[in-house]
């Protein structure tokens, strides 16, 4: 089987539409944890946005450490819940 090749744009907006589609599915009663580019996915901003401007909101639910130098992860309810009363701010 041949393999497809991607340009990178086309490669980063195929992810980025794989991610929309898997948070798509969460609701405010998930306990999924999830990663900082699946959060910027829910909230529907820039990774770098999310990253240095909307999980910093002292609203912003806080992220959980699986490990001690682990990279956080926010549990999908609570920040589903957060853009739901925070949509006016998001952007």
């Avoid at 980025?16 to 306990?31: L, N, P």
């Avoid at 699946?38 to 450490?65: D, M």
């Avoid at 990279?71 to 309810?77: K, Y």
Wanted: overall charge positive; aromatic content about 8%.
């Amino acid at each position: 089987m041949d393999k497809i090749q991607l340009s990178d744009k086309a490669e980063k907006e195929m992810s980025e539409a794989i991610k929309v589609m898997a948070v798509s599915a969460f609701t405010e009663k998930s306990q999924n944890l999830i990663p900082l580019d699946y959060v910027a996915a829910l909230v529907g901003c820039q990774y770098q946005h999310t990253a240095n401007f909307i999980v910093k909101q002292p609203s912003f639910p806080k992220g959980v450490r699986l490990k001690e130098k682990s990279h956080p992860r926010w549990i999908a309810g609570e920040v589903i819940r957060w853009c739901r009363i925070n949509a006016k701010r998001i952007k």
